[in-house]
């Protein structure tokens, strides 16, 4: 099988799938979609054999049937909703755009209208597909902690919380339903959004989030009870080695996601 492919967005995301399926002859990028600023630019750093445009109504009727969104809350909230209605499978990296119940709504009729699918990625986290799949069963209880070293938490509502530079054990910064989580911490949306919308729904995934001066690094935690029984998740990631606030594995599994689409073979 052979499967062309857009981006939106030219990231440190979008440039790791560029870079790994260079040379895949059974994946080809042959389109990127960015801010009408950047289209000359990016157009030099991809060549031609890419075509870099401002809008996916640039592309005509050459819309490939798989896009993937790597562009931020903003990229997947300007662009998805032309990619479903043509009529093309979009891949969402940034799910925590999905908090936002208008825009997840939009996007679920463009894909209804399009016939087409919207394919939320795993991203930073393990256990989705165990998650979504115990989901079906019923479950009783999902609970996220996301806990990292207080220097992550600059720049959120934490430093208004506590004193992030002295903190010499672990405190919550905060403790409650998925969706406010994801509003209130947008760094961490993406995942907060992943697990609620493959589990138990946004008002019923718990979230902790924790400054945790041992923390070493980013670590994530899933757990789950229900009538499939108990489930716990735990993710120590690293990040991607030219770009240290991208996780590697989110990266990952955009890759995957291309690369199973372009395969006879799905796991």
Known sequence: MSLDFALIGHGAIAKFVLKNLKRDEAARCTAIVVRRTRVAEVQKAVGAGIAAVGSVAELGF??????????????????????????????????????????????????????AKMLIVAGAVGGIDALAA?????????????????KAWKGTPA???VDLANLSA?????????????RAYPQNANVCAT??????????????????PAAEGNIHQIEAEGAFGRMTVEMRGKPLPDNPKTSSLAALSVLRAIRNRASAVEI
Do not use: C, M, N
Request: a negative charge.
């Open 134 to 150: 115990a989901r079906q069963g019923g479950l009783a209880r999902v609970r996220y902690t996301s806990r990292k070293p207080p």
């Open 195 to 212: 697990i609620a919308l493959a589990g138990a729904g946004w008002d019923k995934t718990e979230v902790a989030l924790v400054a945790d």
């Open 62 to 115: 050459h819309v490939p049937p798989l896009v993937v969104e790597a562009a931020g809350h903003g990229g997947l909230a300007e662009h998805g909703a032309a990619v479903l209605e043509a009529g093309s499978d979009l891949v969402v990296v940034s799910a925590g755009a999905l908090a936002d119940r208008a825009l997840f709504d939009k996007l679920a009729a463009a894909a209804e209208k399009g016939k």
């Open 159 to 161: 430093e208004k919380i």
């Open 170 to 182: 672990e405190a919550v910064l905060y403790a409650g339903r998925a969706d406010e989580a994801a």
